[in-house]
């Protein structure tokens, strides 16, 4: 059975710092690009970022460049986003996101699966 399982979610102020993570399990990992989205209240879900399945290339949404970091450790199973300087337009619910790719690239196929997601607040 797939799992994604999110956690690190909180709240935190402005300009702060959380890491979420999200724990895999049911399927080989290491065959799967991972992603993170986010959705805000009355928004859709938009995609924040993406790593392949080795972890050497990664994709962000320009909200987000050069204050989140994704990362994975296939060894562990698990996808993280490290998010610096938060802002309170970043609140929102973070769901993980996992499908099948053909090898490191960023073509995929078959069912995507979904976590169910952490909240994530940006307030003072």
Known sequence: QVQLAESGGGLV???GSLR?????????FSDYA???YRQAPGKERDLVAAISTTGLSTNYDDSVKGRFTVSRDNAK????????????EDTAVYCC?????FGSTWSTY???Y????TQVTVSS
């Open 13 to 15: 102020q402005p300009g």
């Open 20 to 28: 979420l993570s999200c724990a895999a399990s049911g399927f080989t």
């Open 34 to 36: 991972m992603y993170w």
């Open 77 to 88: 199973n698990t996808v993280y986003l490290q998010m610096n300087s938060l802002k309170p």
């Open 97 to 101: 996101s996992a499908r099948q790719a």
């Open 110 to 112: 078959g069912p995507k």
């Open 114 to 117: 979904w976590g169910q997601g």
